[in-house]
Structure formats: structure tokens, C-alpha cells
């Protein structure tokens, strides 16, 4: 009341104005959180005991309709005290057995969630001092992650799979707990080919993938197969770490790439490449990469676990609203990130860009960020890695799916954090128009013209 009123840098009352001080407004907005939390937590409860009550949702929409959800939550609570349950959970599963953590990651836009929840504080909301730690390739990832370097990395969505059955490696029990995004990758072509955008064309070509073991590598594949092209004896593949992927291309070493961003939007801010096709356009919603850890973390310190998939998942729930996305962009481009200019960061995160061909593209789910590992992804991913002679023999695809993508623990930590998890774990698409049954993957296999099995 004593300020100026006349004086441009004097606050005369909140950000909102709806408090007389800055500081009424910030206690009002901690009372606001901790009521939303509360009522947050509250539906994690309810929703967990409800689905224990009725396994299929059909049944429980057609016991709510006939009710009604006063006499259902009235019926529910005379067998089951909803408000002790409640209580419980609030108190919480324990303290962290251990604290000081280091997370592997990959200097790309897909591990987004791993690498905000550093500096936007989401690990030290849960009671973690998580080092995230910028690694040169996925090798590197998955050798220091088995060696236990690393207590948990950001993956792949296939290298999981690949660990537990012992491709490229020996077998270890590894787990998924959570995708960090879905799309978020492009095929990138060097700018003397922009007269070449029919795939058919493309015999000869050198092309990159981040990984054998990748959505990259088997999205290009499939892409390459459908237009006829064999992806082994056509073209040459080969693995490059995405930070070396633009300076491969200007080099003329590679005719193009399917990559992970940013590295697609850095060829074009270099004006070396254009982005041919976002991979969104071939499998809309499709995986790309994850949280991951060994089963033995998982079972040993199930309370560290609990709360670092908490904290990645909490800022998964910030990084899909897309008024946030510019804030992230900051926070994640610098040198100890990801490296990039924050208007490349930017471009991919907000969906509107340049394509390298003097276009401005607007597509805002561009990149996304879902934390359900839906087992049906595990499942199809298992099809192409047999489909090009990366397994061989019976798969349990079903068995694997389930044992690596942890689809209950994810659903429980999304309800937490107020994003709504699934009712089911698998779920049927189409990728290029070809739909998939994850309940038939072996007719799936035999369909296909272009194959090793």
C-alpha cells in the first residue's frame, strides 16, 4: 500500500491480480496444488480399487449406468473403506534407498522428459539427486547400463527387448517402465537429392540409423520395403550416433538419414539436408524411445524406482502441453544437453518449422510425449526384429511384452501425476495402412513380401 503508483517497477498487488500481495497470491497457489494433489491422489485410489472390482471396463460402464455413481460409491465403500485406503497411500511407500543417481542419455529431443527433470527439478521433487549424464552412443548407453555405471538410461524403445533376449548381447531381465515419446523422428535427404523424393529412386543410397536395435532402423526398413526397395540388398544402412549424423551428411558420407531430433531440424539449420517425411507419417503415435532399468534395480530398490519413473513421468505430464514447450526448449538446449540452438530445440518441440525445402510446416504433434508402454508396441517391435533375421526360433511375444514393458506401473504413476492411463494394455494400428493384431504377430511376419525369416 505503500508503494508508488506511479512508478513503472512498483507491484501493487499479485501476478493475477487477485491478491493484494505477490506473497497472498503464492501461499493461495500452494493451497490450490496441494488440494489438486490431494484430489489427485484420492482418484489414484478409487480408480486402482474400482479396476480390482470390476478387471473389465465394460462391466464396470454398465454397473455405473445402472446405479448411478452415488449408490456405486456408496456400495463400494460398505466392503471397502475408500477413506483408509486413501490415507494410506498418502503416506506414502517408504524413503528412497538410494538417493544419488546417474541417468545415461543421448543428446536428442526423444529424452526430453529425462533430461528436464534435471534442471526443472522434477527428480529433486521426489527426493532424488539425479546426474544425467550426456553419452556418446547407444552402445555406450546399453554396456554402461549392464555394467551398472548407470542405474537406469534412456533407451530405445527396442533395446530392452534386445537385452532381455540376448540380441547383440548377452540375455539380462531388463524392464521398460515407460516410453518418453512418440514420433519425434524424420527420414532427412541431402539437398542434391531434393529432386528425388520417390523412394523407388533411391537404390544406391547410403542411409544412417542411430541404432540396429531402434525404431529409426526398423521404420526406415519398413518405409523402404513397402515402396519395394530391399532394405539389405537395395541400399547400405549403417549405425551412426545422431550427434554425428549432420556432419556425415555434409560430408557426403550418407545420402540421408531417418533420426531422431533434433538432428533432422540441425541439417536443416545447417542447409545441408531436408526433411523428406516426418516418421509420423508412416506410423502415427508410433514409440521411440524410453526409460529403462534392470529388473534387478527394479526389485532391489523398488522405492529409488518408484520415485525416479515418478519424476519422469511427472515431467512427461508438464512436456505434453504445448504452452510449456518453449520453456523446455530452454531449459534442455545447452551445451550440457543437448548442444543444439534453442530455435532448432524449438521447432521440434512446438511443431512449427522449417523443412529444409522454403517451407514453414505447423505440426504440433510433431513430437509427443506419452509414458504408456503399451505391450502391443513390444509386440510388434518383436515381429520386424524377426522379420530381418535379428531373432530367430518360437517367441513368446506375448510372454516377452509383458515381462519388459511394465504397463501396470505406468498406468498407476500417470494416474498420480493426473495424466489418465489406459484401461487396457494393447491396442491394435496401422502402420502405412497395413493394420496390425498384436494377437496374430507371426501372420503379420508372413505377410510381408520383403523379409530374411
Known amino acids: 500500500m505503500f508503494q508508488d503508483p ?128 550426456k553419452t556418446a552412443g547407444w552402445a555406450v548407453v546399453r554396456d554402461k547400463t549392464l555394467n551398472k555405471e548407470y542405474d537406469a538410461a534412456h533407451m530405445l524403445s527396442p533395446m530392452p527387448l534386445a537385452i532381455s533376449l540376448g540380441a547383440g548381447s548377452n540375455p539380462i531381465p531388463y524392464t521398460m517402465p515407460a516410453v518418453e515419446n ?55 544402412i549403417r549405425a551412426v550416433p545422431p550427434p554425428e549424423m549432420v556432419a556425415n551428411l555434409r560430408a ?55 520415485a525416479l519413473l515418478k519424476g519422469i513421468i511427472d515431467a512427461t505430464a508438464f512436456a505434453t502441453k504445448p504452452e510449456n514447450r518453449k520453456q523446455i526448449a530452454e531449459a534442455i538446449a545447452p551445451a550440457n544437453y543437448l548442444n543444439q540452438p534453442v530455435t532448432v530445440v524449438e521447432q521440434v518441440l512446438t511443431g512449427t518449422f522449417a523443412d529444409g525445402l522454403g517451407k514453414v510446416q505447423k505440426v504440433p504433434d510433431r513430437i509427443d510425449f506419452a509414458p504408456f508402454p503399451w505391450e502391443s508396441f513390444a509386440v510388434w517391435i518383436l515381429t520386424q526384429m524377426k522379420r530381418w533375421g535379428q531373432i530367430t526360433g518360437e517367441i513368446d511375444y506375448a510372454g516377452v511384452a509383458k515381462e519388459v514393458f511394465l504397463a501396470t506401473d505406468a498406468a498407476k504413476l500417470m494416474a498420480e501425476v493426473g495424466l489418465t492411463p489406459p484401461t487396457a494394455t494393447t491396442k491394435s494400428f496401422s502402420v502405412m495402412g497395413k493394420a496390425f493384431d498384436p494377437a496374430k504377430p507371426e501372420e503379420y511376419i508372413s505377410s510381408f513380401a520383403i523379409k530374411r525369416v
Open 252 to 306: 557426403e558420407n550418407l545420402d540421408g538419414f531417418l533420426a531422431p531430433d533434433p538432428v533432422n531440424q540441425r541439417a536443416v539449420y545447417d542447409g545441408v539436408g531436408f526433411i523428406h517425411i516426418l516418421s509420423k507419417e508412416i506410423w502415427d503415435g508410433h514409440p521411440c524411445c524410453a526409460f529403462a532399468a534392470s529388473k534387478e534395480f527394479v526389485t532391489t530398490m523398488p522405492n529409488t524406482y518408484r
Open 6 to 133: 506511479f512508478d513503472p517497477k512498483a507491484r501493487l498487488g499479485c501476478s493475477c491480480g487477485e491478491h493484494a500481495s505477490q506473497h497472498d497470491h503464492d501461499i493461495a497457489e500452494r493451497q490450490k496444488l496441494a488440494a489438486d494433489e490431494e484430489a489427485r491422489d484420492s482418484r489414484v485410489v478409487d480408480a486402482a480399487i474400482v479396476r480390482a472390482l470390476f478387471p473389465q471396463d465394460a462391466t464396470r460402464r454398465a454397473f455405473l449406468q445402472a446405479v448411478g455413481a452415488g449408490t456405486a460409491l456408496a456400495a463400494i465403500n460398505e466392503f471397502f473403506p475408500l477413506a483408509a485406503a486413501r490415507e494410506a497411500f498418502a503416506q506414502g511407500t517408504g524413503k528412497p534407498e538410494k538417493t544419488d543417481l546417474k541417468v545415461g542419455f543421448i543428446p536428442i529431443t526423444c529424452a526430453t522428459p529425462i533430461i528436464m527433470a534435471h534442471p526443472m527439478g522434477f527428480y529433486s521433487k521426489h527426493g532424488l539427486n539425479v546426474e544425467v549424464i
Open 182 to 236: 512418440i514420433n519425434g523422428q524424420a527420414i532427412t535427404l541431402a539437398m542434391k537429392h531434393k529432386d528425388k523424393r520417390d523412394p523407388k529412386s533411391w537404390k544406391g543410397f547410403k542411409f544412417a540409423v542411430p541404432f540396429d536395435y531402434s525404431m529409426h532402423n526398423y521404420l526406415l526398413r519398413y518405409y523402404l520395403a513397402e515402396h519395394g526397395v530391399d532394405p539389405d540388398k537395395d541400399v547400405q
